[in-house]
């Protein structure tokens, strides 16, 4: 059976089972701060400038592709030592709780990779909220196989 993720030897992760890239680290690893739900769009927008990996389609991901990155049996380390559920093809230190695309007025999507769990946030959270960004792109149609919930996971997963 082939590997999930791919490590693309420039900055990306491939994720081949939901055709996206991810970056390998963090705005947390690649910056070495916090941000708000803004700095969290303006670190896609620097992506993109950059042509990161060699592409400038970066985007905050959707709360369901959080989920569906989210791996309860792994047991990956993030910047303070805690476990987050994130594929050991993520470097340890990373954020443990990422911003999304969703936004609602004052407040954004927020997904946790301790808790496994989706909310919404103030978009002016301050640095000691300890949030994060990773940014994703598609690379394709995913075709994922007795789907059965919006969580990407079969009732056997």
């Not at 993720?5 to 705005?27: R, V």
């Not at 708000?36 to 896609?44: D, E, I, L, T, Y």
């Not at 960004?133 to 997963?157: Q, W």
Request: glycine residues 8%.
């Amino acid at each position: 059976m082939a590997e999930r993720f791919i490590d693309n030897e420039n900055g990306t992760i491939s994720d081949t089972k939901y055709k996206l890239m991810w970056t390998k680290e963090d705005s947390y690893l690649m910056r070495g701060r916090w941000c708000n739900w803004k700095g969290a769009n303006k670190f896609v927008a620097w992506l993109n400038e950059q042509k990161f990996g060699g592409h400038d389609d970066w985007r905050l991901p959707k709360n369901q592709e959080c989920r569906n990155l989210y791996d309860h049996d792994s047991k990956n380390m993030d910047f303070n030592g805690d476990i987050v559920h994130l594929d050991f093809i993520f470097p340890e230190g990373c954020g443990s709780t990422y911003w999304c695309q969703e936004d609602n007025g004052i407040n954004a999507m927020a997904y946790n990779f301790y808790s496994d769990r989706g909310y919404l946030i103030r978009k002016t959270a301050k640095d000691e909220s300890f949030m994060s960004a990773r940014a994703v792109r598609g690379t394709g149609k995913a075709k994922v196989a007795n789907r059965v919930s919006t969580t990407g996971r079969s009732r056997r997963e």
